[in-house]
């Protein structure tokens, strides 16, 4: 026997089995019906083809018979042949805790028509069993998904102890040895530092390995590799084994800098308001949301729901690495224009062409994300990311407004500092913790698409593929021939939760012959 409902839920039939013709045909009325009621008036239809008695009233044994008596009738296009107390036991709450310790509920479909077949049950005790069955089935599909959530949320929020190990080697190696604590760059390169004559790249992590990978890409691609200049701004705890790493593998003929944050004279002098909002921010997390264990125990929220709330936990939403870029105008005073690129991504091709779009006094360069094949990853707006229910939101923007990416921009910093977008930025944080982040809840994108907007260039979807950390449906011929590949989502490719056919497009870039890499057991799969 075969149940098939159209994707529009307009039609079910149900099939007996293979080689018999009969069939039951069932169009669904107009009258509103809840997807839950649905689904149970589907099931009754189903139940009923296998069940020849039911409220002690003999069925005929055909199913054709029974299609032609119940199949016009049984969803709303006349009365339904469906007796009204199914509908009154079936639209009755259960209690969370009134199905616990229960053994008499059927646990499979088989099983429940088992039972009600040999109890020759009425229609009363038909609605309840369903009801319970239902019940239970969707309260252990809630926890499944929630614990699937949870344990995603913590493989992708801590830190591998293999990438710990690197670091901590790199930091002895940088106390221990002369030739990983070199100047980068040189004394005789550092005026390239400030020449816009070269392709300058800024990529801001904490995460050794990670900006090795886009390093090694980014040089290794490029037709002009002596004219690429990579800044790389990391933190204070990782700058010594991110200076380590860059002097004992150096990627010449490109320039790497390496600089932390407190190496910036600006960075240093006054108030920084990206700190600021950082502080505050942290504060209004901690008592807004009460952690992990008090967002799962939530029994009323849907498990979507739950899932963006664990997000929200993540370290990298209030990450100083992810803000830092909307400061850079300050960090680089003496250079027009770059390009930014995460620490998540793989560069695949030459990147210099990006310095022949035209940006028509645009400040920033993004693929936008809500055209494309891939409907999950390619169909996001402004309603993606920000809460339109909010006044402050509705009233100042369009939902259906196209969103666009972080990952791999241009920046046009000449046309950047004649504009406010920095303050906007900021205001709009403010605004956000004031209204405990009922603005918006992740990251750093939400208030770059308010401050960006009106100020963003459409480049071409070529130079930046994104969603390769969030599900592996893409194509591998169109991960191949992709300029920029980006592994947003949680599915890092240094994390066990990658997905093993997207980790060996950024896994050719480590060199797992390493003596560091084979130190702290960094495998290729």
């Not at 149900?14 to 689904?39: A, D, H, T």
């Amino acid at each position: 026997m075969q149940l098939h409902i159209s994707p529009s839920l307009r039609h079910v039939t149900v099939f007996p089995g293979k080689g018999v013709r009969e069939f039951i045909k069932v169009k669904v009325g107009s009258r509103r019906l809840s997807y839950r009621m649905l689904f149970y008036s589907i099931l009754f239809v189903f139940v009923m083809t296998a069940v020849d008695t039911i409220d002690g009233e003999s069925k005929c044994s055909s199913i054709g018979c029974l299609g032609k008596r119940l199949g016009p009738k049984i969803l709303g296009r006349t009365e339904s042949m469906v007796p009204e107390v199914i509908y009154q036991i079936l639209e009755e709450p259960i209690g969370k805790h009134e199905l616990q310790g229960r053994s008499d509920i059927p646990q499979t479909l088989d099983e429940f028509m088992v039972e009600i077949k040999n109890g020759k049950s009425d229609a009363m005790t038909f609605a309840v069993k369903l009801r319970e069955m239902v019940t239970l089935l969707e309260q252990r599909t809630r926890n499944a998904k929630i614990q699937e959530y949870l344990y995603r949320h913590v493989a992708s929020s801590s830190i591998p102890k293999q990438l710990h190990c690197l670091a901590l080697r790199l930091a002895n190696e940088h106390a221990s040895n002369a030739a990983a604590r070199l100047q980068l760059p040189s004394a005789e390169l550092v005026p390239a530092l400030v020449d816009n004559s070269y392709y300058h790249f800024v990529l801001a992590s904490d995460n050794v390995l990670a900006t090795s990978v886009v390093a090694t890409s980014l040089v290794r691609n490029s037709l002009r590799p002596h004219k690429v200049v990579l800044h790389i701004i990391t933190d204070r705890k990782t700058y010594y084994p991110m200076q380590a790493w860059f002097s004992l593998h150096p990627l010449s003929p490109a320039i790497i800098e390496v600089k932390a944050l407190h190496h910036f004279d600006w960075f240093t002098k006054g108030k920084v308001p990206v700190l600021e909002a950082m502080e505050k921010d942290q504060r209004v997390r901690s008592q807004f949301r009460g952690g992990s264990s008090a967002i799962v125990a939530n029994n009323t929220e849907k498990p979507n729901v739950i899932a963006a709330k664990l997000q929200a936990l993540s370290p990298k939403y209030n990450s100083l690495m992810n803000h830092i870029r909307i400061h850079l105008p300050e960090l680089f005073p003496g250079l027009d224009k770059i390009v930014f690129l995460d620490d998540d991504i793989v560069v695949q091709t030459d990147l210099s062409p990006l310095w022949d779009i035209e940006m028509n006094g645009k400040v920033n360069g993004a693929v936008e994300t809500c055209n494309g094949e891939d409907n999950f990853v390619m169909s996001k707006r402004y309603r993606s990311y920000l809460n339109f229910s909010h006044p402050l939101i509705s009233k100042n923007f369009d939902p259906n407004a196209c969103a666009w990416a972080y990952g791999m921009n241009i920046f046009d910093l000449d046309a950047w500092r004649k504009t406010n977008i920095s303050f906007t930025y900021h205001h709009w944080l403010e605004q956000n913790l004031k209204s405990d982040l009922s603005l918006w809840q992740l990251g750093t994108l939400p208030p770059g698409l308010i401050a960006f907007h009106g100020h963003v260039q459409v480049i071409d979807p070529f130079w930046h593929m994104l969603g390769l950390g969030y599900q592996e449906n893409t194509s591998y011929a169109d991960v191949k021939s992709a300029g920029v590949i980006h592994y947003n989502g949680r599915a890092k490719p240094w994390l066990e939760i990658a997905f093993p056919k997207l980790r060996p497009f950024w896994a050719k870039y480590v060199d797992f012959s390493d003596k560091f890499i084979k130190s702290c057991h960094i495998m290729a799969t």
